[in-house]
């Protein structure tokens, strides 16, 4: 089946309330778990219509970036695999964690091995670790996308973290963030890897993970910017590195409708509907789901966004460290940013790590009329470097006098 396109926006909400799917009776609950619930994923990925902002194939060429170096994302077009079936009962990792059932309250699905202060894993592999315990899952689910899925990424944080938005006498609705990458090239190719900034998504499944209502998984689109690529001019850690930062405009998963079992039975233990192989799923009927206590999506994603960056509260600790925090945030692009603030925290000058690499690239000839290599250092980053810092001071005096 070929890929599915939603020409609705990745990250606009969906009404709860649609009829996806919840058993209609207490007979049909009972029956629902003595067998097996299906569930049909389809991907989405138009990498056709992929968008590298900024940095078109003459820049790129500019920048002396091979086409082998490119080939992985050149040839990456479709979904390695379009759609598939998963059975309910997998999606049981994502049931929150002893303790956890509090609305809100935030769990490490997949918990992240480093911190911001523990360095980053190395950069010079092409093939994933054996997914265990519920990695397992999400490596399957990031395989529908590309065949080689890093459930962990390179840098903190890792893993998936998750919290209950809703919840109902019979559901759940699960919020979740991953934090994943991609390996694009294979031997004899040098690597070449696919960070988005994250994987957001949500399910609505019952409390005993028989049966999913929905399922969705997608990189965020409602940034201006949301993936980074970063690409080695050689198989060694200590290589050259290049950078580049775009847009994505469609990257999701999405189940094609609730999960249904494969088998019904009357109350007497009798087969009186079920599905052959490769046949129509059984027609089902569900009502409609009431909760009976939720918080926002907005503040969903704060708190999972907070547990993953735990600086961001700062603010609830220190009302001065944490302003001065927003100021910073304020002028913040991914991934990178290089600033000169004041002790209040006011910002008077930044430039992207992006923008400083391409400054750094350019030859003495081709210098810009603010930008100059003639300050006594051989090194274009050295000079570059010292150009930004003269800049600052620049701009700070007026805040100084």
Not at 55 to 69: A, E, F, G, N, P
Not at 222 to 232: A, G, I, R, Y
Not at 331 to 344: D, I
């Amino acid at each position: 089946m070929a890929a599915d396109v939603d020409q609705t926006n990745a990250g606009e909400p969906k009404d709860d309330h649609e009829a996806r799917a919840s058993p209609s009776s207490r007979v049909s609950r009972s029956r629902l778990k003595q067998t097996l619930s299906a569930l049909f994923v389809i991907a989405a990925v138009p990498f056709i219509g992929f968008c590298i902002k900024y940095y078109q194939d003459t820049h790129l060429l500019k920048r002396h970036v091979s086409h082998s170096s490119l080939s992985g994302l050149r040839s990456w077009k479709r979904p390695a695999v379009p759609s598939s079936t998963y059975y309910a009962s997998q999606f049981k990792v994502f049931l929150p964690t002893s303790g956890k059932y509090a609305l809100g309250d935030t769990w490490w699905v997949v918990p992240s091995d480093l911190n911001i202060f523990t360095g980053y894993l190395p950069n010079n592999r092409y093939h994933p670790p054996t997914p265990r315990g519920k990695e397992v899952l999400i490596h399957s689910l990031l395989s529908m996308f590309h065949p080689r899925p890093f459930v962990k990424s390179r840098f903190a944080p890792q893993g998936v973290v998750a919290l209950i938005r809703a919840t109902s006498d019979y559901y759940y609705d699960i919020v979740f963030r991953i934090h994943a990458e991609f390996q694009l090239n294979d031997v004899p190719g040098f690597p070449f890897w696919f960070t988005p900034g994250q994987f957001a998504g949500n399910i609505i499944l019952s409390k005993d993970a028989s049966h999913v209502r929905s399922f969705h998984l997608y990189v965020p689109n409602d940034k201006s910017l949301n993936v980074d690529m970063e690409w080695l001019y050689g198989a060694s850690e200590s290589s050259n590195m290049e950078v580049d930062i775009g847009y994505l405009p469609q990257m999701e998963l999405r189940a094609a409708g609730p999960s249904t079992p494969s088998v019904i039975y009357d109350e007497h233990g009798n087969v009186i509907d079920s599905r052959g192989e490769g046949g129509e799923p059984i027609q089902f009927v569900f009502e409609e789901i009431v909760w009976s206590a939720e918080i926002s999506r907005e503040e969903a994603a704060r708190r999972l966004e907070v547990t993953m960056y735990p600086f961001t509260k700062a603010d609830e600790k220190n009302p001065d460290l944490g302003e001065k925090a927003h100021l910073h945030l304020e002028k913040y692009t991914f991934p990178v940013q290089m600033m000169v603030a004041l002790p209040n925290g006011t910002v008077v000058h930044h430039i992207n790590a992006n923008s400083f690499l391409d400054q750094t690239s350019m030859n003495p000839e081709e210098d810009g009329p603010g930008l100059s290599f003639s300050t006594g250092f051989e090194d274009p980053s050295t000079s570059t470097y010292i150009h930004f810092l003269q800049e600052g001071l620049e701009k700070a005096k007026p805040y100084l006098e």
